[in-house]
């Protein structure tokens, strides 16, 4: 009965997940794409450079603060271009890179995955 409960202690141990010292690959995608806003603003500038004003009216109930926000955070992340337009008055527009054109694979997927199961 002894030899039975090392041989149980020794499955248990082996059994425990390895502890992660960085995040996982869908957790560092989740970081560039996910967040409040960022999938919304890729699927808008999916077919042409939207400006920003145009951009935070598709989007609905987004303040400009908030869009302007996720949009520079995108930025840096590469998935989109920020274009001046005019200096006086200011207006600007976006357009999807190719990087973040190549997000919009896994949004089609949850788009997919979501209408599928009524989610």
């Known amino acids: 009965m002894g030899n039975t409960k090392k041989v149980h202690a020794e499955i248990a141990a082996k059994a425990k997940p390895a502890v992660c010292l ?11 794409i996910g967040g409040k806003w960022k999938a919304s603003i890729l699927w ?4 042409e ?6 951009l ?15 949009l520079k955070e995108m930025e ?6 920020r274009n ?3 200096t006086r008055p200011i207006a600007v527009s ?9 997000a919009l694979c896994v ?3 949850l788009r997919d995955w979501t209408e599928e199961y009524g989610v």
Do not use: W
Request: hydrophobic residues 30%; aromatic residues 8%; charged residues 30%.
């Open 22 to 32: 960085e995040p996982c690959p869908i957790e560092r995608g989740m970081r560039i």
């Open 94 to 102: 976006y357009e999807i890179t190719d990087f973040g054109r190549s």
């Open 56 to 70: 935070c009216r598709q989007l609905g109930g987004a303040s400009k603060k908030m869009v302007d926000q996720r």
């Open 107 to 109: 949004l089609e997927k």
């Open 49 to 54: 450079p939207v400006r920003f004003n145009d």
């Open 44 to 47: 808008h500038l999916k077919d």
């Open 76 to 81: 840096q992340y590469g998935l989109v271009n």
């Open 84 to 86: 001046v337009l005019s």
